[in-house]
Nanobody, 124 residues
């Protein structure tokens, strides 16, 4: 069993930055580890959509809307995934979910599991 817990959300001004951490915890020794990870964003009134993904080789994929502004990374020693968000705008407001997947599915933003989410509100 794998648990994904994201945090770091809050209210910020447009143009500022936030760094969201996601702690990955394996609670069952028999469970397999995710091959890749990523982040989902759900704007108010819209469906969840993938914004970033990374696999164990370090290959990353970003949604067009966040390219050049967001950076996904992972610290295996700390079992933590991160999403660095820069130049935030009101359109970035919403829930952000840490997610995991198998194989290379994360690069198409096809995740097997995600956390409870953390709220990010950007004011202009």
């Amino acid at each position: 069993q794998v648990q994904l817990v994201e945090s770091g959300g809050g209210s910020v001004q447009a143009g500022s930055s936030l760094r969201l951490p996601c702690t990955v915890t394996i609670t069952d020794r028999t469970s397999g580890a995710f091959y890749c990870f990523g982040w989902l964003h759900q704007a108010p009134g819209k469906e969840r959509e993938g914004v970033a993904a990374i696999d164990n080789s370090g290959l990353t994929t970003y949604a067009e809307s966040v390219k050049g502004r967001f950076t996904i990374s992972q610290d295996n020693a700390k079992n933590t995934l991160y999403l660095e968000m820069n130049k935030l705008s009101a359109e970035d407001t919403g829930m952000y979910y840490c997610a995991g997947g198998y194989g290379r599915n994360c690069h198409s933003f096809n995740f097997a599991k995600w956390g409870q989410g953390t709220q990010v509100t950007v004011s202009s």
